[in-house]
């Protein structure tokens, strides 16, 4: 922080320097929890940019670029350099990036009617297959063999398909979320839930097990752990993929601070142990339950801005996220790495612009992140990038060389002491 350097102040503005003093510092860095005190990693009106591509335009006889589609929903191919889309004609459109032209190619035309309505993404359940859940039916669809597989998940009219992962790849098992009405109130909002573990390895859906839910629950999955977490009163229950009671150290730690911190969603890192509490009321923060690393819960950006739509690059070296400012709303990038003292490095803007729910994904060879807004699609490469020591290093451990240097100088996070 900058301070004025007062001479002689009066009596009236020396309360309202010291009032200025405690709010701000109180702001910034006295929040706590059980005696450790909770400090803000960094300022989002310091991030640097990272120019996009910008995809927009007509193509041939003043068509639009897009074939008339806007908005369109994306999710991860097991492609390389593509991400891909159920709302371009009814295949899944693999979009992809040669060069710096864009392209696109239809996979498995008219293998399920009205495919554009699916709700459900569940890209790479394995190297060639990628699962498409619409309300209640779930396909699997292999890029390798070029076939597909449609299963009913369930037949209620009443019910859909909420969210879905692998239990268990080789086996064909998968976790499937279910909602619908109860039917025990008027109200379009007294929904119940489940959880059903399905196996999907022959021709129809077989159920395996099922445990209900209770209502205001959220589900995450942490490793190869289930988070059930009931929000309204903060409880939090940890199953195995096959539904059974098991334990988690997050949990433990969440369970620690959570009359603390107010959070909704749970977003872990895929290997490091580290996870973001945000979409509560509190600021989002970061906590890890590394028994190396201090136990100290670390607010992201700050007061004034709602972060959301976390999600970790494939390779899990980068962390993409939303912010909705007083003025503005951007995307950036964090980048991800052990010699981080929370594992996260300084933030990153590459576009200048938002992107709704299923309206953005990765790429892998190279990674680099998608998102789609309005007629325009936006690219950015985070690997073919231009930097002084390209050929040593990748582009992602030269920001991280250079962001610890600066943190370092600087001072900051405990490094430089």
């Given at each position: 922080m900058k301070f004025t350097n007062y001479r002689n102040p009066s009596l009236i503005s020396f309360i309202v320097l010291m009032l200025f003093f405690a709010i701000d510092i109180s702001l910034l860095s006295t929040n706590s929890y059980g005696g450790n005190k909770v400090e803000y990693l960094y300022e989002i009106k310091e991030a640097t940019v990272l120019n996009p591509q910008?995809?927009?335009?007509?193509?041939?006889?003043?068509?639009?670029?897009?074939?008339?589609?806007?908005?369109?929903?994306?999710?991860?191919?097991?492609?390389?350099?593509?991400?891909?889309?159920?709302?371009?004609?009814?295949?899944?459109?693999?979009?992809?990036?040669?060069?710096?032209?864009?392209?696109?190619?239809?996979?498995?035309?008219?293998?399920?009617?009205?495919?554009?309505?699916?709700?459900?993404?569940?890209?790479?359940?394995s190297k060639d297959v990628i699962g498409v859940g619409q309300p209640r039916r779930f396909t699997l669809y292999d890029f390798k063999k070029k076939i597909h597989r449609t299963f009913t998940i369930t037949q209620d009219i009443s019910e859909?398909?909420?969210?879905?992962?692998?239990?268990?790849?080789?086996?064909?098992?998968?976790?499937?979320?279910?909602?619908?009405?109860?039917?025990?109130?008027?109200?379009?909002?007294?929904?119940s839930s489940s959880l059903m573990l399905m196996d999907l390895s022959s021709e129809t859906a077989k159920l395996v097990k099922e445990i209900p839910v209770e209502r205001y629950f959220l589900w995450y999955v942490v490793g190869d752990k289930n988070f059930l977490y009931r929000y309204k009163t903060q409880q939090l229950r940890v199953v195995d993929m096959n539904l059974e009671p098991s334990h988690h150290p997050l949990a433990e730690t969440i369970n620690k601070i959570k009359s603390d911190v107010n959070f909704l969603r749970i977003t872990a890192h895929p290997t490091m142990p580290f996870a973001i509490l945000h979409g509560g009321k509190s600021d989002e923060v970061i906590i890890s339950w590394d028994n190396n690393r201090p136990k100290n819960v670390h607010y992201l950006l700050g007061k004034k801005i709602t972060i959301s739509k976390f999600l970790f690059s494939p390779d899990g070296k980068w962390l993409a996220f939303e912010v909705d400012g007083e003025s503005a709303k951007q995307t950036y990038v964090m980048p991800v790495s052990e010699k981080y003292p929370n594992y996260l490095g300084s933030p990153i803007q590459i576009a200048d612009d938002y992107f709704n729910d299923?309206?953005?994904?990765?790429?892998?060879?190279?990674?680099?992140?998608?998102?789609?807004?309005?007629?325009?699609?936006?690219?950015?490469?985070?690997?073919?990038?231009?930097?002084?020591?390209?050929?040593?290093?990748?582009?992602?451990?030269?920001?991280?060389?250079?962001?610890?240097?600066?943190?370092?100088?600087?001072?900051?996070?405990?490094?430089?002491?």
């Open positions: 910008i995809f927009e335009g007509t193509g041939l006889f003043g068509t639009n670029l897009f074939g008339g589609y806007t908005n369109v929903s994306l999710f991860t191919l097991p492609l390389p350099n593509s991400v891909g889309s159920t709302q371009m004609g009814n295949a899944i459109t693999e979009i992809s990036f040669p060069g710096k032209r864009i392209n696109f190619d239809r996979h498995f035309r008219n293998s399920v009617k009205n495919m554009d309505v699916s709700e459900v993404f569940m890209p790479l359940v859909t398909i909420s969210k879905v992962v692998a239990a268990d790849t080789l086996q064909q098992l998968f976790l499937f979320e279910i909602g619908g009405h109860t039917g025990n109130s008027p109200s379009p909002w007294d929904i299923n309206k953005y994904a990765w790429t892998t060879n190279p990674i680099s992140f998608v998102g789609s807004s309005g007629r325009k699609i936006y690219r950015c490469d985070l690997e073919n990038r231009d930097f002084p020591e390209k050929g040593k290093m990748s582009f992602h451990d030269y920001v991280v060389q250079e962001d610890l240097k600066k943190l370092t100088k600087e001072k900051r996070q405990g490094l430089g002491k």
